[in-house]
């Protein structure tokens, strides 16, 4: 099986407690649903604003300079097909809950 490289390049913005914007460019890996460090996603605070977005403008073109991602990337890294289980060990099972909860749940 071939292994193809993919990354993304973004340009990220956040706002601070002080209410500056900041941003930066950076190179990630690329996954099939955004960035191996996930910043590639919009984050919001308690008040459901906007404090951090991020706009792809390239892919596959530049070395990969986001240090969350090489970190990451080192973790896992030394995995094999043989540290996974069979995916039907994935597949959700109904409940009795009624609410979604893990901390003193009952099922009524």
């Known amino acids: 099986m071939e292994t193809i ?5 973004t340009i990220e913005q956040i706002k601070t407690q002080k209410g500056l914007v ?3 460019t950076l190179t ?3 996954t099939s ?16 604003e906007v ?3 991020s706009l792809k403008i390239a892919e ?3 070395p990969i300079t986001c240090v969350e991602c090489l970190v990451t990337w080192g973790e896992v890294c030394n995995f094999t ?6 995916s039907e060990q994935n597949n959700f099972t109904e409940t009795q809950l009624k609410e979604i909860c893990f901390d003193n749940c009952n099922s009524d």
């Open 5 to 9: 490289k993919k990354t993304i390049t």
């Open 22 to 24: 900041l941003q930066r």
């Open 28 to 30: 990630h890996i690329a």
């Open 33 to 48: 649903d955004g960035t191996l460090c996930n910043s590639y996603t919009i984050k919001r605070n308690e008040k459901n």
């Open 51 to 53: 404090i951090g977005d």
């Open 60 to 62: 596959n073109q530049y």
């Open 81 to 86: 097909i043989s540290d996974f289980a069979d």
